[in-house]
């Protein structure tokens, strides 16, 4: 089975840029046709898509948070991060890693961390 999990600080002070790393077991975030999603929940508000990083090793970006963010990849360790600049207290939300592929219909996502909470705070 495939097992996604989130670490990283869980309080970051505004400006500051916050680090996010997800370890992916069970599979090799280089197989073919997936791709390693970074999505959040703010408060009382719903998912929203940041990024990811393809198989190949390419990255895609919403573009509300582009040039804000950065998603990487390291594949000898089957990890990968997230980093968003400048962050406020707007970012503060619930951060998801997830996989997905495109398949007829849509987009699915079938496995995801469990999320982790990440405060933007002074």
């Known amino acids: 089975q495939v097992q996604l999990r989130e670490s990283g600080p869980g309080l970051v002070k505004p400006s500051q840029t916050l680090s996010l790393t997800c370890t992916v077991s069970g599979d090799s975030i280089t197989t073919n046709g997936y791709y390693w999603n970074w999505i959040r929940q703010p408060p009382g508000k719903g998912l929203e898509w940041i990024g990811n990083?393809?198989?190949?090793?390419?990255?895609y970006y919403s573009p509300s948070l582009k040039s804000r963010t950065t998603i990487l990849r390291d594949t000898s360790k089957n990890q990968f991060t997230l980093q968003l600049s400048s962050v406020t207290p707007e970012d503060t939300a619930v951060y998801y890693c997830?996989?997905?592929?495109?398949?007829?219909?849509?987009?699915?996502?079938?496995?995801w961390g469990q999320g982790t909470q990440v405060t933007v705070s002074s």
């Open positions: 997830a996989r997905d592929r495109t398949v007829v219909g849509g987009t699915l996502f079938d496995y």
């Open positions: 990083v393809a198989y190949s090793g390419s990255t």
